[in-house]
């Protein structure tokens, strides 16, 4: 195949613009460029102000397109939009957390408030608006910086074929300026010579060319000429910016990563140490087999020769535990200290991976997929090509945000439905401010020669004037004007009705004291059902497109921002000191080994996995004097306390307030437990008292029974003790007895014989 020159893709460039820019798109422009000339109060062209000129009619217009736009920008942009970062798994959850910081960082270097309100103001007036999602690579000192911006919807030019209202099947996005040949070097200076060498565009639309009878407002467009430093005329040359998408393949693939040979010489350290201590065990183990067989010998259960084998057998079974125990563990340590990784790369990329043996060894699996990658090609003249870039992001960088969506790249504003009525509301106030004219400035019918015209036309409308005829002639006859139809003031009160119900935005909503309620119930109703067309238009177009932006800015500030960086924002709050309101953000932080090499990061923001999600209604204005007064009701009925309502209010030095609060609520609250103590400590002492009372009637009871018992005992012990002297003299007379008893019968016998 062959290659496409550079001049080639210069042509395809200019040839995309022409297919770009068809008839329905000039068409478009039009419709546009006439709704955002209502919107600047340019609503007569040239040619209508010279025809009531000449018809004596007033060329003053009653504007009724510009409050209700503002109001209604007012509305989408009160506040800035809120991003949320989901993280996939649990690592990824603490780089996900900062996200929405560096999106406020990067939206606060942008200027983003004043952005946002800009790209509004083009959706509701020129029907659509254009965020820029870029890198500016000299920020920072040359670390570069995302940034968003602005585009002019005049210069951005959209595949005609695109139905999606976000354009992402659009097959090419194109932004196309004319600018001046040293504006162009400035912005390009490394292509300078290239661009010195272009001629002017055949294309260029300037000033004297443009059809100015169809507005008089200035427009970026009107303004071509350049001038340089040197003050000499300079060169308009058209410029092309083209994003494309093309399909690339991919390979997710798993891959090992083997340690470091500082992580390998710290593996052996920890390797040798258990080998150690297994080495020593062993050692044990061999001398107590040892010992075990000469006793054995000894015994004479065995002889000396088998023991001998027994011995050699044990050492060399020992040795080889050894060895495969270091093994086992070399193994298991590696295991542990290698990672497996998930990386994604291109299949060229991959091919060359796996054409490395020992790099092959470590690929676990890989997936192929194919992924859309945006192309960027820069061009100027007709035929100059300048560079190609495939940026690292799968969507468009510009993204839009239409108003009402047609199924085309052509949307249409908030003012093009209003501009008949806002026609029909001047001409009414034009023919009856004319007629007011016309009854009190009389005009006269005469017959020529009857009057001194010129004295007639100087005093003929003074008040108490004296005017004078030629005797013999008519006298002149003043020509009133017809009485005006009243369907005129009709017309003019309709059309007011008529512009807020096309519009759906009240007189109220808008300031007027004549048609507000008394409370401000009554305001946030007339707010609720003033901005419900608003809140349809923010949650079906508008929070999808910011999303959809939060989600490159995510790809775009990933890809970016790679190494370690600090974040200082600034989070502006009521009663906060300066250096209170800065917040310090950090990323991609190193974690190093005890040999210094880097062995991971702490939120690693660059490779971290999360979604993005609008917060709904997060741009969308607040009462806070209605919040406040529901805050005010819930401390009454003691839903919060004073704390959380002061923490919502915006009093200066509120931090203060608070601090102060919380120390006398601790004071109370420590004052309050030291009543209860003292509370406590007094019934204690009551209590206590009682029981001393009673202590001292058991006092005199124990006193008494102890007195009582020691008399028993001590009668008890006499008893016992006589009883004990009374068995003694009874055992005494008892053997004394049968004593007698036996010798007397001993007597007995010896008598008898």
Same mark, same amino acid.
């Given at each position: 195949?062959?290659?496409?020159?550079?001049?080639?893709?210069?042509?395809?460039?200019?040839?995309?613009?022409?297919?770009?820019?068809?008839?329905?798109?000039?068409?478009?422009?039009?419709?546009?460029?006439?709704?955002?000339?209502?919107?600047?109060?340019?609503?007569?062209?040239?040619?209508?102000?010279?025809?009531?000129?000449?018809?004596?009619?007033?060329?003053?217009?009653?504007?009724?397109?510009?409050?209700?736009?503002?109001?209604?920008?007012?509305?989408?942009?009160?506040?800035?939009?809120?991003?949320?970062?989901?993280?996939?798994? &649990?690592?990824?959850?603490?780089?996900?957390?900062?996200?929405?910081?560096?999106?406020?960082?990067?939206?606060?270097?942008?200027?983003?408030?004043?952005?946002?309100?800009?790209?509004?103001?083009?959706?509701?007036?020129?029907?659509?608006?254009?965020?820029?999602?870029?890198?500016?690579?000299?920020?920072?000192?040359?670390?570069?910086?995302?940034?968003?911006?602005?585009?002019?919807?005049?210069?951005?030019?959209?595949?005609?074929?695109?139905?999606?209202?976000?354009?992402?099947?659009?097959?090419?996005?194109?932004?196309?300026?004319?600018?001046?040949?040293?504006?162009?070097?400035?912005?390009?200076?490394?292509?300078?010579?290239?661009?010195?060498?272009?001629?002017?565009?055949?294309?260029?639309?300037?000033?004297?060319?443009?059809?100015?009878?169809?507005?008089?407002?200035?427009?970026?467009?009107?303004?071509?000429?350049?001038?340089?430093?040197?003050?000499?005329?300079?060169?308009?040359?058209?410029?092309?910016?083209?994003?494309?998408?093309?399909?690339?393949?991919?390979?997710?693939?798993?891959?090992?990563?083997?340690?470091?040979?500082?992580?390998?010489?710290?593996?052996?350290?920890?390797?040798?140490?258990?080998?150690?201590?297994?080495?020593?065990?062993?050692?044990?183990?061999?001398?107590?087999?040892?010992?075990?067989?000469?006793?054995?010998?000894?015994?004479?259960?065995?002889?000396?020769?088998?023991?001998?084998?027994?011995?050699?057998?044990?050492?060399?079974?020992?040795?080889?535990?050894?060895?495969?125990?270091?093994?086992?563990?070399?193994?298991?340590?590696?295991?542990?200290?290698?990672?497996?990784?998930?990386?994604?790369?291109?299949?060229?990329?991959?091919?060359?991976?796996?054409?490395?043996?020992?790099?092959?060894?470590?690929?676990?699996?890989?997936?192929?997929?194919?992924?859309?990658?945006?192309?960027?090609?820069?061009?100027?003249?007709?035929?100059?090509?300048?560079?190609?870039?495939?940026?690292?992001?799968?969507?468009?960088?510009?993204?839009?945000?239409?108003?009402?969506?047609?199924?085309?790249?052509?949307?249409?504003?908030?003012?093009?439905?209003?501009?008949?009525?806002?026609?029909?509301?001047?001409?009414?106030?034009?023919?009856?401010?004319?007629?007011?004219?016309?009854?009190?400035?009389?005009?006269?019918?005469?017959?020529?020669?009857?009057?001194?015209?010129?004295?007639?036309?100087?005093?003929?409308?003074?008040?108490?004037?004296?005017?004078?005829?030629?005797?013999?002639?008519?006298?002149?006859?003043?020509?009133?004007?017809?009485?005006?139809?009243?369907?005129?003031?009709?017309?003019?009160?309709?059309?007011?009705?008529?512009?807020?119900?096309?519009?759906?935005?009240?007189?109220?909503?808008?300031?007027?004291?004549?048609?507000?309620?008394?409370?401000?119930?009554?305001?946030?109703?007339?707010?609720?059902?003033?901005?419900?067309?608003?809140?349809?238009?923010?949650?079906?177009?508008?929070?999808?497109?910011?999303?959809?932006? &939060?989600?490159?800015?995510?790809?775009?500030?990933?890809?970016?921002?790679?190494?370690?960086?600090?974040?200082?924002?600034?989070?502006?709050?009521?009663?906060?000191?300066?250096?209170?309101?800065?917040?310090?953000?950090?990323?991609?932080?190193?974690?190093?080994?005890?040999?210094?090499?880097?062995?991971?990061?702490?939120?690693?923001?660059?490779?971290?996995?999360?979604?993005?999600?609008?917060?709904?209604?997060?741009?969308?204005?607040?009462?806070?004097?209605?919040?406040?007064?529901?805050?005010?009701?819930?401390?009454?009925?003691?839903?919060?306390?004073?704390?959380?309502?002061?923490?919502?209010?915006?009093?200066?030095?509120?931090?203060?307030?608070?601090?102060?609060?919380?120390?006398?609520?601790?004071?109370?609250?420590?004052?309050?437990?030291?009543?209860?103590?003292?509370?406590?400590?007094?019934?204690?002492?009551?209590?206590?008292?009682?029981?001393?009372?009673?202590?001292?009637?058991?006092?005199?009871?124990?006193?008494?029974?102890?007195?009582?018992?020691?008399?028993?005992?001590?009668?008890?012990?006499?008893?016992?003790?006589?009883? &004990?002297?009374?068995?003694?003299?009874?055992?005494?007379?008892?053997?004394?007895?049968?004593?007698?008893?036996?010798?007397?019968?001993?007597?007995?016998? &010896?008598?008898?014989?």
């Amino acid at each position: 195949m062959a290659r496409t020159s550079k001049k080639s893709k210069a042509q395809v460039n200019k040839q995309l613009w022409d297919r770009a820019n068809n008839s329905h798109r000039q068409r478009w422009q039009s419709l546009s460029q006439k709704g955002y000339d209502f919107y600047l109060n340019e609503q007569l062209t040239k040619e209508e102000k010279e025809q009531l000129e000449e018809s004596g009619m007033p060329t003053f217009t009653i504007n009724r397109v510009t409050p209700i736009i503002e109001i209604m920008k007012y509305f989408v942009t009160a506040n800035n939009p809120k991003w949320k970062a989901v993280g996939a798994t &649990g690592d990824d959850v603490d780089a996900a957390q900062v996200h929405s910081d560096v999106a406020d960082y990067c939206w606060y270097l942008s200027n983003g408030k004043s952005l946002y309100s800009q790209i509004s103001l083009d959706a509701l007036t020129k029907g659509i608006g254009y965020f820029l999602v870029d890198v500016d690579k000299d920020a920072d000192r040359g670390m570069g910086e995302v940034r968003f911006s602005r585009i002019d919807p005049y210069d951005v030019f959209v595949d005609p074929s695109s139905r999606d209202f976000l354009f992402r099947d659009a097959a090419f996005i194109m932004v196309r300026k004319n600018m001046s040949r040293s504006r162009l070097i400035n912005m390009l200076p490394e292509h300078e010579a290239r661009i010195r060498k272009v001629s002017r565009g055949t294309d260029v639309i300037s000033m004297s060319e443009r059809d100015i009878e169809l507005s008089e407002s200035i427009q970026p467009e009107d303004i071509t000429m350049g001038i340089n430093i040197e003050a000499e005329d300079d060169d308009i040359i058209p410029y092309y910016e083209v994003y494309s998408k093309k399909k690339f393949a991919y390979r997710n693939v798993y891959i090992r990563v083997q340690p470091t040979p500082a992580e390998m010489e710290n593996i052996r350290d920890q390797v040798d140490k258990q080998l150690e201590q297994f080495r020593k065990e062993t050692e044990v183990q061999i001398m107590e087999k040892e010992l075990q067989l000469q006793q054995s010998v000894e015994a004479g259960e065995i002889i000396l020769e088998r023991a001998k084998l027994e011995l050699d057998k044990a050492r060399d079974m020992a040795a080889q535990a050894l060895k495969e125990q270091e093994m086992q563990l070399m193994s298991q340590l590696q295991d542990a200290a290698s990672k497996v990784t998930q990386q994604v790369m291109t299949e060229k990329d991959y091919l060359l991976l796996e054409k490395s043996p020992e790099a092959r060894k470590n690929i676990i699996d890989s997936i192929k997929f194919h992924e859309d990658r945006i192309i960027q090609t820069c061009s100027v003249g007709e035929d100059t090509f300048l560079y190609e870039y495939k940026l690292a992001i799968n969507e468009y960088p510009i993204v839009p945000i239409p108003y009402m969506y047609t199924g085309t790249p052509y949307p249409m504003g908030a003012v093009t439905p209003l501009i008949g009525k806002q026609q029909e509301i001047n001409k009414a106030h034009q023919i009856m401010l004319h007629n007011a004219n016309l009854a009190s400035n009389l005009r006269w019918m005469y017959e020529e020669g009857s009057v001194p015209e010129d004295e007639w036309e100087k005093y003929s409308s003074a008040p108490g004037a004296l005017l004078k005829y030629r005797q013999g002639f008519t006298p002149p006859t003043p020509v009133l004007p017809a009485p005006i139809n009243n369907a005129f003031y009709t017309v003019v009160q309709e059309g007011k009705s008529d512009a807020e119900y096309i519009s759906g935005v009240p007189s109220a909503m808008m300031g007027f004291v004549q048609e507000q309620t008394e409370t401000w119930r009554g305001l946030l109703a007339n707010d609720e059902f003033g901005t419900r067309r608003l809140k349809a238009w923010m949650g079906s177009v508008v929070e999808p497109c910011l999303e959809h932006l &939060g989600r490159i800015f995510q790809q775009v500030s990933q890809k970016h921002y790679t190494v370690e960086k600090v974040f200082r924002i600034v989070q502006p709050e009521a009663g906060q000191s300066p250096q209170e309101q800065e917040k310090e953000v950090r990323i991609n932080i190193n974690v190093y080994n005890d040999y210094g090499a880097v062995i991971g990061r702490f939120k690693d923001y660059a490779t971290a996995r999360f979604d993005i999600r609008i917060v709904a209604g997060a741009t969308m204005p607040v009462n806070r004097w209605a919040l406040l007064d529901e805050y005010f009701k819930w401390f009454q009925a003691g839903l919060i306390d004073d704390i959380a309502m002061i923490a919502e209010t915006d009093i200066r030095g509120k931090k203060q307030i608070i601090e102060r609060k919380s120390v006398y609520s601790q004071l109370q609250g420590q004052v309050s437990s030291m009543e209860e103590q003292l509370k406590d400590q007094s019934g204690t002492i009551e209590t206590l008292e009682r029981q001393l009372v009673q202590s001292g009637i058991k006092m005199k009871i124990g006193t008494a029974s102890n007195e009582i018992r020691k008399d028993v005992l001590e009668t008890e012990s006499q008893q016992k003790l006589l009883r &004990g002297m009374m068995k003694t003299e009874f055992d005494k007379m008892k053997h004394e007895m049968k004593t007698e008893f036996e010798a007397s019968k001993q007597q007995s016998k &010896g008598a008898t014989k």
